[in-house]
């Protein structure tokens, strides 16, 4: 695992932005892994004023993304379609028929499930796949568990997830019960993982991932067997290292 440190949240979302660009000018028609949360929103922001700026051409880059809730559509101001539209797809030169993320209308777990498993293997796997960790150390919808999914699968979200979204809709019968997730393998897959950190509340996570046992209770621990894991974090992240 290679950590770049970054002074702050500005720094990081640069930095990251900077490996990103360097995939997509050196490969055009890569295949880019894209993460939700409020950590990669700068990151886009940096992307999105390179694109403006004539530096940076989306119009052969596909991209999946990690996770989506289950009986949101596109049009669901919380839907993660929704997100990735708002916050990046709707700046740049993407042709958005090539930007996946599972759909949340399809009722059918088992098939909502495996058509984004042959969306991935249909685009050849992923370049690059953006993530952000998640405050036990989860990455997509993967949570803490006796073991680590494999692909993309639908999980219950826990009480205090719930908990923590309800303030985002109407009620909270509205929040979401279940989501679609990439599964481990599939991230682990990926020929390259970039991995964003920002802030103290992340610092203990942080560092269990990096040092602690590789374990499904933690489960971007994993990463450490990944071969090309760049992990970007603010120095208020890192202070646990
Ligand atoms: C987002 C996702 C989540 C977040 C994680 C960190 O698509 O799958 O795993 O990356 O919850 O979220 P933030 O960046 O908001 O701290």
Redesign the pocket.
Known sequence: MKIYRAKDYEDLSRKAANIISSKVILKPDCVLG???????IGTYKNLIQSYENGDLDFSDVTSV???EYKGLGPDHDQS?RYFMNHNLFDHINIDKARTFVPDGLEADSDKACQAYNDIIAGCGGIDLQL?????NG?????EPSDEFEKETHCVDLTESTIDANKRFFASEADVPRQAY?MGIKTIMQARKVLV?V??SD?ADILAKVVNGPVTPAVPASILQMHNDVIIVADEAALSKM
């Open positions: 894209l993460a939700t949360g409020s950590t990669p993304n990690l996770d993660y993530l952000g960790l998640g405050h989860h990455i997509g919808f993967n997730t964003v920002s802030g992340k």
